[in-house]
């Protein structure tokens, strides 16, 4: 298997000259020291998503679903993008993820015009919610799980606005501390893939020393573009008796509820 990249502390990513990323130790996820964390590699393919419907003149992605085909190595990746369907008011992306050649992961996107509509008549759930505490009245919390060992962790800043994290239901603050590629800055979307896959974690209701509960797929959908450097995702867990689950998070950015996201659960003994 390719070595990760060295010296990771500046991005997930470095563009190589060949289009292909370089992924680095900041990508490692908790299940296995050889694979990512499939937010990441999420956030990277939405990142080529977003330019795509940005250059078609529709600026939100109000869909994105990626479907984890195999687990995703710390190697470099290439992405592969296509425009599925092209109308006036709505696009349908698609892209895949592939790993020395193989295909780890797939997506689909829809992507939105935007326009400004004034609803004046009281509609239910509205004025939509905030997130159970600002951001900086929530403090710091650690990651739980490969402590002192480069990874996920590192990339991304923590702080727990309700519950604790791998404890049940909870609502945590995710900021990244370093970009998705290098020398990029991340846009909304990135901000938002990059914690949206970890509500199965941060709302665990199995013990992580005796079960693995991976999820195979995350689909995200947005009422608007996320604002700020802050994502809340308040996350539960729900366990079915055949080794299925499935997580359902809330998300926030300081302003308020953007969207829902939700992920499919492969559930296992160790």
Known sequence: MPQPEQNPNRSAYRLAPDGSFRSTELTRGPWDPGHQHAGPPIALVSRSLAAMAEALGLRHVARLTANLVRPIPIAPLT??????????NVVHLSARLLADAREVARFTAVAQRDVEIAIHEPLEGHPLPLAPQAPESSPPT??????????????????SARGTMFRGPSAVWFRLAFPIVEDSPPGPLERVAVAADSGNGISAVLDFRRYTFVNTDLTINLLRPAQGEWVCVEARTLVGPAGSGIAESNLYDAGGLIGRAAQTLLIRQR
């Open 79 to 88: 992405v592969e993008t296509a425009i599925d369907h092209t109308g006036r």
């Open 142 to 159: 650690p990651f739980p799980h490969r402590v002192g060992v480069v990874g996920y962790h590192d990339l991304v800043e923590f702080r």
